[in-house]
């Protein structure tokens, strides 16, 4: 038995080495930092050890800013793909007929390359002064005026990266719900027949506990990705997102790091921290949830 014991270890040594290099100490490291007030990359000197990294993060208007952000984008964009892919799923389950050309549809933007996306919302959405974007066209029909959606009011800015980010991570959500629905118990929904029970019965009591466990993954995956957002801004708005109001937290840190006013690695890790001390919070509430609401 232990020489079983001692294999089993052999063979998982290598993940361990890799998770130890490339996860737990880079973690470790950025800990330290962060506490490290003024610390110079160069000379690996620092003023001394405090909070104020925290402190100044904290009460920077840029990191305020950036958080305010990615906090609307976790709250609308991780519910509402959700909800859509779901909606979408149920529909594509329904269709016995081209199914599998509707899903290769759907999942072409999983494929595509974000920033090439990223650049097709700025024609559609983008006014200038040649063309006041598809958009915008479509929004004369019904007697809106024009808006600038990449250079206008913060409202307009933040509701097309909203949008932008459903569009870009609905296929992957599609593709597993559609999924978890077909690999439901015909038998279940048979029994339900029988009993003419409601669809919307059928639904809350046998559907949604099936593929619940589906959703779970797809919530807790959605909040880290979401939390983890900068491409997207960055595909619509260009480098420069303090100046669009539309930084997120990771940007925020790797501005901190590489910006044009960076070179400032404590206040990164600092920002780092607290957006790893964020997400896990919100992973534990999630997995506390779920132990009333998924069924294994």
Not at 10 to 16: E, V
Not at 34 to 54: H, K, M, P, R, W
Not at 228 to 249: C, R
């Amino acid at each position: 038995m232990e020489k079983n014991n001692c294999k089993a270890w052999l063979y998982l040594l290598p993940a361990i080495i890799f998770l130890a290099v490339f996860l737990v100490y880079p973690l470790i490291d950025v800990f330290i930092y962060s506490f490290e007030e003024g610390y110079n990359s160069v000379t690996g000197s620092s003023f001394g050890i405090g909070l104020y990294n925290y402190r100044y993060v904290l009460r920077d208007p840029y990191f305020l800013m950036a958080l305010k952000n990615t906090l609307i984008l976790v709250l609308i964009t991780v519910p509402l793909s959700t909800a859509l892919a779901l909606l979408i799923s149920l529909g594509l389950s329904s269709v016995k007929k081209l199914r599998e050309l509707f899903q290769t549809v759907y999942f072409l933007p999983y494929v595509t390359n974000t920033l090439a996306v990223g650049l097709v919302f700025m024609i559609l959405f983008q006014k200038t002064e040649y063309s006041n974007g598809l958009i915008n066209l479509l929004l004369e029909l019904f007697g809106i005026s024009p808006v600038d959606f990449i250079n206008g009011p913060y409202i307009a800015k933040i509701s097309v990266l909203c949008i932008y980010t459903v569009w870009v991570v609905l296929p992957f959500k599609i593709l597993l719900l559609t999924s978890a629905l077909a690999s439901v118990k015909q038998d279940y929904y048979n029994a339900a027949m029988i009993d003419n029970t409601p669809k919307w019965r059928v639904f809350t009591k046998i559907t949604l506990p099936m593929i619940s466990p589906t959703l779970f993954y797809l919530v807790i995956t959605g909040f880290i990705g979401a939390f983890k957002a900068y491409s997207d801004a960055v595909a619509l708005f260009g480098t420069d997102l303090n100046a669009a109001e539309m930084n997120t937290v990771v940007g925020y840190i790797y501005d901190m790091l590489y910006g044009d006013g960076g070179g400032y690695p404590s206040y990164a890790s600092a920002a780092a921290i607290i957006l790893f001390a964020i997400v896990l919070t919100v992973t534990v509430i999630n997995l506390l949830v779920s132990r009333k609401h998924v069924h294994y």
